[in-house]
């Protein structure tokens, strides 16, 4: 089988709107109605960061109140753009391409919490375990998986030096940030609505893309004694959130079928006035994985064979609604 390795994740992250690259700086066109997070963002420059700097560099190109204008280029220095090794760890950065199967989907993966915001929390042998930590790991793999098969990823947390581990303890930390490398805010609704808004942004640059879609993963928090399968929610106005969520919940019913038969699943489907199934655009799906407390889903994710066998079965559901909806 020949090995194609697919371009580093930098390149898909980055948009691909840039009109030339000369030296150390590149050119790129403001669209009609962009503001400077949107222009910043589509061109992967952190506005938290960068915003001050970008205005200097390119004085004397706004309207006569500071705004974007449309149709002009503006000048993207080199040292403003985000230097994006592999966020999958250096086992990984070479993905080798399977196959094209999923060629032309793109998938927005959001790990819950993160930054300053841990999630629910448990305790395996007496450490912390944090729900961002594993959703993170998770996600990452499910990109991993994804990218082999040809789609186009959107990570939306990052954190710069936790890639891709097999450890059972992922030791919790505050350094992820949200696309492009936007610090995450302490407070709840500022983190919903800074990583909607990313999403949304890129999606409007994937508007040509006729699939596309957002999985949110999470972990749960109940009393220890709660064991809860894999269980889905999607906006009750998205006919084909709820359709990707039938697909996934019908994928780990055939897992568990397949590997553990005398067990059952009961992993449901519900809809949920959530914020980030109400205001992103993609049609979308927000997985639970599982209680944090409990001791018999703990063993779901700390172990990292478990952790893998949950991206790659989401994965297979996912591929399975794109097929379908390619084939229509």
């Known amino acids: 089988m020949l090995r194609y390795i697919l371009i580093s994740i930098a390149v898909l992250l980055i948009n691909s709107t840039l009109i030339f690259a000369q030296g150390n700086y590149?050119?790129?066109?403001?669209?009609?109605?962009?503001?400077?997070?949107?222009?910043?963002?589509?061109?992967?420059?952190?506005?938290?960061?960068d915003l001050a700097k970008f205005k200097e560099v390119n004085k004397g190109r706004f309207t006569k109140n500071g705004d974007l204008i449309a149709g002009e280029k503006y000048e993207i220095p080199s040292r403003f753009r985000l230097l994006q090794a592999s966020i999958l760890g250096k086992d990984h950065q070479n993905v080798e391409q399977v196959d094209n199967s999923m060629s032309g989907a793109v998938l927005y993966l959001v790990a819950g919490h993160g930054g300053?915001?841990?999630?629910?929390?448990?305790?395996?042998?007496?450490?912390?375990?944090?729900?961002?930590?594993?959703?993170?790991?998770?996600?990452?793999?499910?990109?991993?998986?994804?990218?082999?098969?040809?789609a186009k990823v959107h990570f939306i947390i990052k954190d710069p030096n936790d890639g891709i581990r097999d450890d059972a303890y992922l030791k919790p930390d505050h350094d992820e940030r949200c696309y492009p490398s936007q610090k995450i805010p302490r407070k709840h609704t500022r983190r919903l609505k800074q990583r909607a808004a990313a999403i949304n942004i890129l999606a409007r640059n994937e508007k040509k893309t006729t699939y596309q879609r957002l999985v949110i993963l999470h972990?749960?928090?109940?009393?220890?004694?709660?064991?809860?399968?894999?269980y889905f929610y999607h906006h009750s106005a998205s006919k084909e959130g709820k359709i990707l969520a039938l697909s996934l919940q019908q994928k780990m019913k055939d897992k568990y079928a397949k590997f553990q038969p005398n067990r059952g699943y009961n992993g449901t489907i519900g809809t949920r006035r959530l914020y980030m199934l109400q205001t992103t655009t993609?049609?979308?799906?927000?997985?639970?994985?599982g209680n944090i407390n409990n001791k018999k889903d703990q063993l779901?994710?700390?172990?990292?064979?478990?952790?893998?066998?949950?991206?790659i079965w989401l994965?297979?559901?996912?591929?399975e609604n794109y097929?379908?909806?390619?084939?229509?």
């Open 116 to 150: 300053p915001d841990p999630g629910a929390v448990g305790t395996i042998s007496g450490k912390k375990i944090a729900e961002d930590e594993y959703a993170y790991d998770i996600v990452l793999r499910m990109g991993e998986e994804l990218l082999s098969r040809g």
């Open 323 to 328: 097929l379908k909806i390619k084939k229509k």
């Open 300 to 311: 779901r994710f700390l172990k990292s064979e478990n952790r893998q066998a949950l991206a």
């Open 282 to 289: 993609p049609p979308s799906v927000f997985i639970e994985l």
């Open 219 to 230: 972990l749960d928090s109940r009393s220890k004694g709660n064991s809860t399968d894999v």
């Open 315 to 319: 994965c297979e559901g996912i591929k």
């Open 26 to 49: 590149e050119w790129s066109s403001a669209k009609n109605g962009e503001g400077f997070n949107s222009f910043l963002l589509r061109n992967n420059v952190s506005p938290d960061k």
